[in-house]
């Protein structure tokens, strides 16, 4: 037992002492999460060169660290739902028998830790005291996990103090372990609140209160116990008459999630007097309140975002986010310490390393006289979400916030319009266990190609996916008010390639509609997918776009449509008999208005 331990919880102690036997560390540490003692941890980070303290003053408090370069992003293929049925994981998740997985990953960890500290993290995603909040303990040999955490969730003594002697909480084994990619395994054990990760080092894989607990753990509880867990931004629009709804929005990885949440109005709807509120930017977990209405929090306090890409221009609360305390991974490191990455803001330093710590110039090529990027492309940043200028004064409510509309987005190039209204909630349902993104010619494979993702689950679902899908539609059957649900596609191309949308800052032209609509007001048109804009619905004031390029973003392509009902109908069919049968009349339903709309212009 760690001396300090401050926990008198006779399960925690239990586990903690059985784990410390298997993994042999030199000495188990309780983090308490005080000031004080994650200084002396930044320090012995700094020591070993585990972290990098970059510069003072124009980086307070912030670090740099760097991942083994094989080891820079989730590894689906190593991470398993391990229920004691096949089917509860369904056919979406990779599976293992606990008993499998346990023995396996026993033989990673056993006296993996000698020579290190294992490090006892007490966390809470949500607010301490509310009805949403999950305690977890994550066990790691990883100051720059404990100091990540630190960001992301509440850690500490207080947490300790709400568990009190309950044996409610999740039990999360993270070991860094040799790193050996083939030995990696990210496992969930949901019948066993339990979730163990061993040989890796990257952010999703190891920061167990986020992927691992808030969406693959919750989203089984969530269906045990009646709400939802979703990989979904939340923002709040305040319009000029001072009244702000809510939006909880799920869209694929790399679509831009981080960049809505915390959409700048343009110029032109900013003098008329709307503003974004950020409440999350990766996780929502919804829940219905006495009067059957839709409530969401973040369950995360901080933001680890991607940095390529994140400029003055695409996102400037998340510049302003990362001014301080923030830990900056995999990106180039300027010897003055300062960090820099692609599509970022100003010059590279002058003297730097790039991610992998080689020394590294702008303009720099391989042998093959390809320019080499001097920051990974999942390269990323850990900051406390208080310091966006956008933070919601309401995203620590312990009610959470009332959601007005849903929306769900892919990025398609062709098929999808802007923006368009479900008929209903099945519908909505239908709409979001259907949605997809298309590869583009930036990624690897073939071009075009679809790529399902309902409801941006697919790598976080932690049960049966179609059993998911009927969740969904019965916390439709227990509202009392349902929020709309829409579909938005800001990556829809024109015949020469260019995006028609111009998309960041604009977007909230969409979201404006949607807000409209979730009333029960702004204009529509029935077309056989849902509801589109009529062309003047949206407000386009002080854009310049004309209006063949808005009905191409607004069309409706029928036989598209149809070629996209059978792609539908051969994702569902992998779901086999757990499809609901309300998905598959929806299917049905939008092939009968497809062909109608066939037949009516035949006539
Ligand atoms: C993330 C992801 O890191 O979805 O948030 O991949
Ligand atoms: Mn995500």
């Given amino acids: 037992m760690p001396e300090d331990n401050?926990?008198?919880?006779k399960h925690l102690q239990k586990w903690i002492q059985e784990m410390a036997e298997l993994c042999q560390p030199d000495k188990v540490v309780w983090v308490d999460g005080s000031e004080a003692q994650l200084e002396v941890l930044r320090a012995e980070a700094a020591g070993t060169g585990e972290m990098i303290k970059l510069d003072p003053v124009k980086h307070p408090n912030s670090y740099y660290h760097r991942t083994h370069r094989n080891d820079v992003a989730r590894t689906?293929?190593?991470?398993?739902?391990?229920?004691?049925n096949k089917a509860d994981a369904g056919p979406t998740n990779n599976w293992k028998s606990p008993e499998d997985a346990y023995a396996e990953a026993s033989g990673f960890f056993r006296g993996s830790m000698r020579g290190r500290t294992m490090y006892v993290v007490p966390f809470a995603m949500?607010?301490?005291?509310s009805p949403f909040r999950k305690i977890g303990v994550e066990l790691t040999d990883s100051i720059y996990v404990v100091l990540n955490m630190r960001i992301m969730c509440i850690i500490g003594n207080p947490v300790s103090e709400e568990l009190g002697a309950s044996n409610d909480f999740t039990r999360c084994l993270h070991g860094k372990g040799t790193l050996d990619a083939d030995k990696r395994r990210i496992l969930h054990f949901p019948e066993d609140n339990t979730v163990w990760s061993v040989n890796s080092g990257y952010g999703g894989n190891v920061l167990l209160g986020k992927k691992c607990l808030a969406l693959r753990i919750a989203s089984w509880m969530a269906k045990q116990e009646g709400w939802l867990a979703e990989h979904m931004l939340i923002l709040g629009v305040e319009d000029p008459s001072g009244r702000t709804e809510y939006i909880a929005a799920a869209f694929p990885s790399a679509c831009g999630k981080t960049n809505l949440a915390m959409l700048l109005p343009p110029e032109g709807l900013r003098s008329k007097g709307y503003k974004i509120w950020t409440v999350g930017d990766d996780i929502a977990w919804i829940r219905l309140d006495a009067k059957g209405q839709f409530r969401a929090i973040n369950p995360e306090t901080g933001f680890f975002g991607v940095a390529p890409g994140t400029n003055i221009r695409t996102n400037p609360s998340a510049v302003a986010s990362v001014r301080k305390n923030t830990i900056f991974t995999n990106v180039v490191l300027g010897k003055d310490g300062t960090v820099w990455w692609?599509?970022?803001d100003g010059e590279p330093p002058a003297d730097a390393v790039d991610w992998?710590?080689?020394p590294w110039h702008l303009g720099i090529k391989d042998a093959d006289g390809k320019p080499i990027a001097g920051?990974?492309?999942?390269?990323?940043?850990?900051?406390?979400?208080?310091?966006?200028?956008s933070a919601s004064p309401h995203a620590g409510d312990p009610e959470g916030v009332p959601i007005s509309a849903f929306?769900?987005?892919g990025r398609r190039n062709t098929l999808a319009p802007l923006v368009y209204e479900a008929f209903s909630w099945d519908h909505g349902v239908f709409v979001g266990s259907s949605m997809a993104s298309e590869r583009t010619a930036a990624q690897f494979g073939k071009q075009g190609e679809v790529r399902r993702d309902p409801f941006a689950m697919l790598p976080f679902c932690g049960y049966h996916m179609g059993r998911y899908f009927q969740h969904w539609i019965d916390m439709g059957r227990a509202a009392k008010t349902l929020p709309k649900i829409f579909h938005v596609n800001w990556f829809k191309r024109g015949q020469d390639n260019r995006f028609l949308w111009p998309g960041y800052g604009e977007n909230l032209r969409v979201l404006e509609w949607i807000l409209e609509r979730a009333r029960g007001e702004g204009d529509a048109e029935a077309t056989p997918i849902g509801y589109v804009p009529t062309p003047d619905a949206l407000d386009l004031a002080g854009l310049e776009i004309d209006s063949d390029t808005m009905e191409e973003l607004l069309k409706v392509d029928v036989n598209s449509w149809k070629h996209e009902a059978d792609d539908i109908e051969a994702f569902f069919a992998t779901l086999g008999s757990e499809l609901p049968s309300e998905l598959r009349e929806e299917l049905s339903s939008l092939r009968t208005r497809l062909d109608e709309k066939t037949a009516a212009a035949a006539r």
Avoid: M, W, Y
């Fill in 76 to 84: 689906e293929d190593k991470t398993f739902i391990c229920t004691r």
């Fill in 375 to 389: 920051a990974h492309a999942n390269s990323r940043f850990t900051a406390p979400f208080n310091q966006c200028p």
């Fill in 6 to 9: 401050l926990t008198q919880n």
């Fill in 126 to 129: 949500g607010p301490l005291g």
């Fill in 407 to 409: 929306v769900f987005g």
């Fill in 356 to 358: 992998l710590g080689r």
């Fill in 342 to 344: 692609e599509e970022g």
